[in-house]
């Protein structure tokens, strides 16, 4: 017999309040982040997207600054890359991911599932199909020399560059990616070149020992996982943190609700019932001040973000440069419970400076406090990417406030 269940209501302003603190983003940061700190917040997203863009800085390092401030890139790298004592390891969570290496044992039936030719690229699926062979030869070439980058596999035809011009070798080794035969042991070079190794040979032993749960239990605690990120979301949302079947989720939301792992709530405006994680928290007011990669949890499911924010919210990296609206690589900026701006970035080294070609105001939101604001998180983020200055240019509304802003902070640094 089912137990009643009683469905809460929130306000947008108390869901977008629970969202946030939900993601430690209203926490205070740490004078100095340290290695644990770093560890902590993965733990907390549940995991980081990796993404190889790096007209700023790689997208999967900046949500640690967003919650951390200044923090040592070289000690996540640690985390994920420091032999078998590593506590991160990298597979497909949302998309390419960071991971727990304790959460190793929730992405088997994936693994398992890949293996079968479900839930994988269709271009490496069929590629499994027709070359068998050379896949086992790749496999047996990392077992007896590995670690070793697709450059280093001698097998198949060489690639073109890109996603379609992968060579044969870097296809046969996303395949045994996909299927867990092996893993990243590390990156290399600036090109973010990744290096493979036999899964047993790279991972933590006890991770390893682990017990395997069957699908459905897998599938339950990585929602849980999702839910405790989100603090408060749809079903569909937390199918999304994960990328689990949709099919799917229905049936393991409504065990979660039944187990009190979820409560259902009606959120002001939303249309679908939504989930509120069991530890969920709806404080009275956030002070969160952030820049948010575009790959950042809080706002990478674009629905979810409109719902919560009014904002809308689209990466325009593969659009026309005529046709952009906002610029290249654009980065929302959150201050209290809203996202009150968005700014156009580039990290130019060569003359050590953080760009900001564009500075855009959301609505009734082009005010001198949240210019004074966004120019302090700026010139944060310049001193941690070892810039010397900002420089604004003249797109947006918001640009000229800022560069005022940045001006009155420190005249020599805020030069256009």
């Given amino acids: 017999m089912r137990r009643f269940v009683m469905v809460e209501k929130l306000s947008l302003p108390a869901a977008r309040r629970c969202a946030i603190a939900a993601q430690g983003l209203s926490r205070p940061r740490p004078g100095a982040a340290s290695a644990r700190d770093v560890g902590r917040i993965v733990g907390a997203l549940g995991l980081l997207q990796i993404d190889s863009v790096n007209v700023l800085t790689r ?128 990156r290399r070079g600036a090109g973010f070149e990744r290096v493979y190794d036999l899964t047993e040979r790279t991972l933590p032993p006890a991770v390893l020992a682990a017990p395997v749960p069957d699908r ?101 990296i593969y659009t026309p440069a005529p046709r952009r609206v906002h610029g290249y690589y654009v980065l929302p900026f959150l201050r209290g419970d809203r996202l009150v701006a968005r700014v156009d970035l580039k990290a130019d080294r060569a003359a050590g400076c953080l760009r900001v070609p564009g500075a855009f105001a959301e609505p009734d939101q082009a005010t001198a406090e949240n210019a004074a604001a966004l120019g302090e998180e700026l010139s944060a983020m310049a001193r941690w990417l070892g810039l010397e200055r900002v420089a604004v240019g003249d797109r947006g509304d918001m640009a000229r406030p800022l560069a005022d802003a940045l001006s009155r902070r420190d005249p020599p640094r805020s030069a256009s």
């Fill in 59 to 186: 997208a999967h390092y900046l949500p640690l600054f967003s919650r951390l401030g200044s923090y040592d890139i070289e000690g996540l790298h640690r985390l994920a890359y420091a032999g078998r004592r590593r506590r991160l390891f990298e597979y497909w969570g949302h998309e390419a991911s960071l991971l727990p290496a304790e959460a190793y044992p929730l992405f088997r039936w994936r693994m398992e599932a890949a293996a079968r030719g479900e839930r994988i690229y269709k271009g490496i699926r069929d590629f499994a199909r027709r070359r068998r062979a050379l896949i086992e030869s790749v496999r047996a070439q990392v077992a007896a020399r590995g670690p070793l980058s697709a450059s280093e596999v001698d097998a198949g035809r060489r690639g073109e560059g890109g996603w379609w011009g992968w060579s044969e070798a870097k296809l046969a080794l996303e395949w045994l990616f996909w299927t867990g035969e092996i893993t990243t042991h590390s």
């Fill in 216 to 316: 459905a239990e897998a599938q339950r605690r990585l929602l849980a996982r999702a839910a405790r990120a989100h603090g408060i979301a749809t079903a569909t949302d937390l199918a999304d943190y994960f990328r689990l079947p949709p099919a799917d989720v229905k049936a393991r939301v409504a065990e979660l609700v039944e187990l009190g792992e979820l409560r259902p709530a009606a959120v002001e405006g939303w249309r679908a019932t939504a989930y509120l994680h069991r530890d969920a928290r709806v404080p009275r007011r956030v002070e969160a001040r952030a820049l948010l990669a575009p790959f950042d949890p809080l706002v990478w499911e674009r629905d979810r973000t409109e719902r919560l924010f009014g904002f809308r919210y689209r990466i325009e």
